[in-house]
């Protein structure tokens, strides 16, 4: 006569302590989704319970506190810009539940994005061993700064081979920062659709062929970039001065 009971279910990730005075720590969004409770486990073996100080899905970045936490230790947070293909960096998480574990490996590539459409990518591609479980943990450079948050692989059995994501640090720390004074991330609208540039499109268009970039389809009337000037037709080739190579 009784209808389905919800039942309890645990599962485990990794974080990174950035903020040791106010016990801030951060991790994937994906890791603390619809979490009724979470306990924080450290090095030395302590549990400590958290709270969610708030969460962006779209950056799959979350920032969790613990209060009244003593002999924490922060993390040095590092530029992720002046990573480069080829630097040797060291991923550590808790993969099935192997806590604190270490894989090393190199940075396989820059600006990686395409795994979620809908959401904010930007990723560090490496060859680090990253598993189930070893999300929301650090990416560590040989100078031990955080250049990265591990976030996602790609993978047909589920387990490694070689293809892991993460979030570059900077990103990091902006969603972090924002995720600390707001509660959420505040982010502006440009008002264009756009597209990657591709050589049948560059030729249609009578630009270069070596022309990379992003490509307006669209501008909402009104935004930001119809105040700008921005036209359905241009293609976007740099921002700030960053070249631009892609639509991610």
């Known amino acids: 006569q009784q209808g389905p009971r919800e039942r309890p279910f645990q599962s485990a990730g990794s974080g990174v302590i950035v903020n040791a005075r106010e016990g801030l720590i951060v991790t994937n969004a994906h890791v603390v989704e619809n979490a009724s409770e979470i306990t924080v486990t450290t090095q030395d073996g302590r549990d400590l319970k958290a709270e969610v100080v708030g969460s962006d899905p779209p950056s799959d970045v979350a920032v969790l506190r613990v209060k009244n936490a003593q ?4 993390i040095a947070i590092g530029d992720s810009s002046r990573a480069e293909v080829g630097d040797f960096v060291v991923a550590i998480g808790n993969p099935f539940g192997l806590q604190h574990t270490v894989t090393y490996g190199i940075v396989s590539g820059l600006g990686r994005s ?3 459409p809908e959401g904010y990518e930007d990723f560090i591609q490496t060859d680090a061993s990253i598993n189930p479980g070893n999300s929301g943990g650090a990416l560590v450079n040989l100078r031990g700064e955080l250049i990265g948050v591990n976030s996602a692989i790609l993978s047909r059995s589920g387990g490694n081979i070689g ?7 900077n990103m ?4 972090t920062d924002q995720l600390v004074k707001n509660g959420e991330v505040r982010r502006g609208v440009l008002g264009v659709n756009i597209s990657t540039l591709t050589p049948e499109t560059a030729e249609n268009l009578g630009v270069k062929d070596d022309t990379r970039g992003a490509l307006v389809i669209q501008v909402v009337e009104g935004s930001a970039a119809a105040r700008a000037g921005v036209k359905a037709g241009d293609v976007v080739t740099s921002v ?6 892609t639509q991610g």
């Open 71 to 74: 002999r924490l230790v922060e």
């Open 172 to 175: 990091v720390k902006s969603v």
């Open 114 to 116: 395409g795994l979620n």
């Open 163 to 169: 293809i892991g994501f993460a979030i570059p640090s």
């Open 240 to 245: 700030n001065g960053q070249p631009v190579r």
